[in-house]
């Protein structure tokens, strides 16, 4: 993408497979990576998003 205006947090809840590792091979400064040593949740795991955003407009997806 070309778009420069945009913040992607990307943050790991102690996932058990390798999209952390997946994650963190895109080479693109626009990608902020947080891993959770311990799953906290999903409630826990958005608050932080939104504590480390920088943005006011904020899209949450979710992988099970």
Do not use: H, M, P, W
Not at 33 to 51: D, F, Q, S
């Amino acid at each position: 993408q070309i778009y420069k205006n945009i913040e992607i947090i990307v943050i790991d809840d102690a996932s058990s497979d390798n999209s952390l590792e997946l994650v963190k091979n895109i080479n693109d400064n626009r990608i902020k990576v947080i891993e959770l040593k311990e799953n906290v949740g999903a409630v826990v795991t958005r608050n932080k998003g939104i504590e480390i955003a920088k943005r006011r407009l904020y899209y949450f997806f979710r992988f099970r």
